[in-house]
C-alpha cells in the first residue's frame, strides 16, 4: 500500500522564478492538503483540495496557487519566489470524512536564492 | 486566530525514564487533536490521535485530553533514545475538512 509521495525531494530557485511541487495521495484517499514547514517551526496549512476544487485555504497570499487531478493527485504552484519561501513543503492526504487522520508524504524542501 | 502551544524544548529525560510533553489550544469548539513526531529532516509521522475526554494509550504512548481545559499531553514510558525527535501537537478545529493547526514542536532528547 503506497504511501503519500512527493516530488521532488530538493528544489533550488532563485528569487522571482516560478515552481510546481507535485504530491500523490495515499491509495483510497480523495483530499490533499499541502502544508509549509520554516526551520523550527510547525507546520503551517496553506490550502485543501478536494473534488478538484480549493476547498480551505489558509493565510497565503495568492502566489500560492494549487490545483488537484481527477485522480486525486495534486500540484502546488508558487510564483514569485521570495526569500521567505524557503521552506518544506508538505502534502498530506486523508479520506474526506470527519474527524479523519491525515498522513504525510516525506516532503519537498525548497532553498530560494 | 486559533493557536496551539507547546514548550519548545528541548525537554531532556535520562533513558528508560517518563517524557511528558503538553500542548494547549485556543479554540474551544476544536473536536480531534493528534500528536506527530518528526526526526530531523524528515516529515511528520502520526503517533496518535484522541477525540474524547480521557486517557488512550498505545503501547509505550499515552494521549491524555481535556476539553474543559483546553489541554492535551502526550506520555511516553520507558523512554528510548529513537524517541528523541521534535513532536508536533495537532488541532483540528472544523468538525470537517482536516486543516489542523500544529504547534511549533517540543524537541524531547533522550540521554542514555
Known amino acids: 500500500d503506497a504511501g503519500v509521495t512527493q516530488s521532488p525531494t530538493h528544489l533550488i530557485k532563485t528569487r522571482g522564478q516560478q515552481v510546481t511541487l507535485r504530491c500523490s495521495p495515499k491509495s483510497g484517499h480523495d483530499t490533499v492538503s499541502w502544508y509549509q514547514q520554516a526551520l523550527g517551526q510547525g507546520p503551517q496549512f496553506i490550502f485543501q483540495?478536494?473534488?478538484?476544487?480549493?476547498?480551505q485555504r489558509g493565510n497565503f497570499p495568492d502566489r500560492f496557487s494549487g490545483h488537484q487531478f481527477p485522480n486525486y493527485s495534486s500540484e502546488l504552484n508558487v510564483n514569485a519566489l521570495l526569500l521567505g519561501d524557503s521552506a518544506l513543503y508538505l502534502c498530506?492526504?486523508?479520506?474526506?470524512?470527519?474527524?479523519?487522520?491525515?498522513?504525510f508524504g516525506p516532503g519537498t524542501r525548497l532553498l530560494v536564492l | 486566530q486559533k493557536e496551539v502551544e507547546q514548550n519548545s524544548g528541548p525537554l531532556s529525560v535520562p533513558e528508560g525514564a517518563i517524557a511528558s510533553l503538553n500542548c494547549t489550544y485556543s479554540?474551544?469548539?476544536?473536536?480531534?487533536f493528534f500528536w506527530y513526531r518528526q526526526y530531523s529532516g524528515k516529515s511528520p509521522e502520526l503517533i496518535m490521535s484522541i477525540y474524547s475526554n480521557g486517557d488512550k494509550e498505545d503501547g509505550r504512548f499515552t494521549a491524555q485530553l481535556n476539553k474543559a481545559s483546553q489541554y492535551v499531553s502526550l506520555l511516553i514510558r520507558d523512554s528510548q533514545p529513537s524517541d528523541s525527535a521534535t513532536y508536533l501537537c495537532?488541532?483540528?478545529?472544523?468538525?470537517?475538512?482536516?486543516?489542523?493547526?500544529f504547534g511549533p514542536g517540543t524537541r524531547l532528547s533522550v540521554l542514555p
Open positions: 495537532a488541532v483540528n478545529p472544523n468538525n470537517y475538512g482536516q486543516n489542523f493547526v
Open positions: 483540495y478536494y473534488e478538484e476544487e480549493e476547498r
Open positions: 498530506a492526504s486523508s479520506f474526506d470524512r470527519a474527524l479523519e487522520t491525515q498522513y
Open positions: 479554540d474551544r469548539g476544536s473536536q480531534s
